[in-house]
């Protein structure tokens, strides 16, 4: 890239990192310090500005960068998961997000400890949503390293690590200096600018077709070099049986997935009421409905303008699709439009990572203060230490997503997040939906049901594809691969279950009848909600 790319992206995305770097100084000089003000921001956030701030989280680098560049290399194949991170949406609506926010405080341990014994319910809980987190923010990290080293024009690892490095550093210092309240607004600036760049980048590749929907399409098949198989199913998930049954673990643990995921969840604690949470919930699939929509004709135009073979010599696994797309748009490289576009583009991803990575963070050093921290120790001013506790749990918590990220940088983003989703639905839906719903739900179920769903997702992975056996694996010089699939959904979330139920069957303690009302009661009224 020209160094006017450079200097205009690098300018833009500092400018972005200045603006939130105040928000979260002028956040941090008005905080009161408490529990509720840290993890929830005080709950005073209207139903539009928290679905903002969802539709901020949950559009990630894997939506942004990844999706469009698998649409770019397989077609309809890429487009599927659209379709999955979308409905998924209907399951929070229907199922999760009054019923949470009624139930709990400030994490997803909170809703089930409500009628279990608390210590290992809590320190499982917060196991799994400190696992699912890290594993959320790998994607992110590969993500910015994939970007800077197209800005930068260096592929070497040198560039990518102090990438990676940099962006772990600027999510420590939002989530310990400004908490839930800092990390929303910024969430909800970053939702605004990642949603007017897809707007005027959507209109920009509809003009250049002169409004031909069909004309996109085809030029896109045409420039693929799969014709017409480019437009139909079976390009990356038809080969074999394999490959079917992986695409079916993969939208099972998309659709399932959202419901369980930490840090969509403690969202719906910054309002102040139920109902609140359902609107928010009502904002956000609206926002994420039309950006989804958008992101289809992104991947069609990288296809079609780009080519496939362009985007997959800039990074092997498409994540740098759109930002090709928005230079060539602007008129190719070293023209004032490419230039301006192709930085505008860039630092809206990278506004988007640090807006994601925050959230992240945030909800996983939640867990692992008021979850891990609050079972294992018991104190006299326990809401003081516990908010310390979770500044420094941010810390910890980034160096790992940081080693992770730089193993993992050769991954598209949008994969490495279905994993994150398939752990989210093995372990944490599992024991959500039981609590919920079923009367006769013991502590033991809910142990089991969050073990029995996170263990053998994670060992799944290990023995998949992902990681050896393959030149495109985390390690591809040594081969153990015993499970076929990339995504260990379809396996992992039944056991999940099933764990549950094994669990509460076999177990000697009878479910507390009157906890449970409570609990029914509570959910479906908000009676005595916090």
Not at 158 to 176: H, K, N
Request: hydrophobic fraction near 55%; include cysteine; glycine fraction near 12%.
């Amino acid at each position: 890239m020209t160094g006017g790319h450079q200097t205009l992206a690098l300018l833009l995305f500092s400018g972005f990192v200045a603006v939130t770097l105040g928000i979260t100084t002028w956040v941090s000089r008005r905080r009161h310090g408490s529990a509720e003000e840290f993890y929830a921001g005080g709950r005073l956030f209207s139903p539009m500005e928290n679905g903002f701030a969802i539709a901020g989280d949950y559009m990630s680098a894997a939506s942004f960068l990844g999706i469009g560049g698998l649409i770019a290399l397989y077609g309809y194949d890429g487009l599927l998961y659209v379709v999955g991170f979308l409905v998924a949406w209907l399951v929070v609506l229907f199922l999760v997000a009054e019923l949470v926010r009624n139930c709990g405080r400030f994490t997803l341990a909170d809703v089930v400890a409500a009628r279990m014994s608390e210590r290992p319910v809590r320190i499982a809980a917060g196991t799994s949503s400190v696992t699912v987190s890290v594993l959320y923010l790998v994607a992110q990290m590969v993500g910015a390293g994939s970007l800077v080293a197209l800005l930068l024009g260096r592929t070497s690892g040198a560039a990518q690590a102090w990438t990676v490095i940099g962006v772990g550093a600027l999510m420590v210092i939002y989530v310990s200096l400004g908490g839930m309240r800092a990390t929303t607004w910024i969430q909800i600036v970053k939702a605004v600018l990642l949603l007017g760049g897809t707007v005027a980048l959507t209109v920009l590749v509809l003009v250049r077709f002169h409004g031909d929907f069909d004309q996109l399409l085809i030029t896109a098949a045409e420039r693929s070099g799969h014709g017409k198989a480019f437009l139909a199913p079976g390009l990356k998930y038809g080969g074999n049986w394999t490959a079917r049954l992986d695409f079916i673990s993969l939208g099972l643990a998309l659709v399932l997935g959202t419901a369980g995921l930490p840090h969509i969840l403690s969202r719906f604690y910054t309002v102040p009421t139920a109902r609140a949470a359902r609107r928010s919930t009502v904002w956000s699939i609206g926002l994420i409905g039309g950006f989804y929509l958008m992101t289809i004709v992104l991947g069609f135009g990288a296809a079609a303008v780009v080519g496939p073979d362009a985007v997959r010599g800039s990074n092997a696994a498409g994540n740098t699709a759109v930002p090709l797309l928005a230079l060539d748009l602007g008129g190719g490289v070293g023209s004032t439009g490419g230039t301006v576009l192709f930085a505008v583009v860039a630092a809206v991803a990278f506004a988007t990572i640090l807006a994601v990575v925050a959230g992240i963070t945030l909800a996983s050093s939640a867990s692992v203060a008021h979850d891990l921290y609050a079972s294992l120790r018991r104190s006299h001013g326990k809401a003081r230490s516990e908010v310390a506790v979770a500044r420094f749990a941010a810390v910890g918590i980034g160096v790992v997503a940081i080693a992770l990220g730089l193993l993992a940088r050769d991954l598209n983003v949008a994969f490495l997040v279905g994993l994150a989703f398939a752990v989210a639905a093995s372990a944490n839906l599992p024991v959500l939906l039981y609590s919920l719903f079923w009367r006769g739900f013991t502590t033991r179920g809910a142990v089991w049901a969050v073990y029995g769903g996170l263990i053998p997702a994670l060992v799944l992975v290990l023995l998949s594809p992902v990681v050896s056996g393959s030149p495109v694996s985390l390690f591809p010089e040594v081969d153990f691969q015993y499970f076929p699939l990339q995504n260990p959904g379809i396996v992992s979330i039944p056991l999940g279950f099933l764990a549950g139920w094994l669990g509460t069957v076999t177990s000697d303690d009878v479910a507390d009848e009157a906890k449970y009302a409570e609990t029914e009661v509570r959910s479906l009224t908000g009676a005595g909600a916090v």
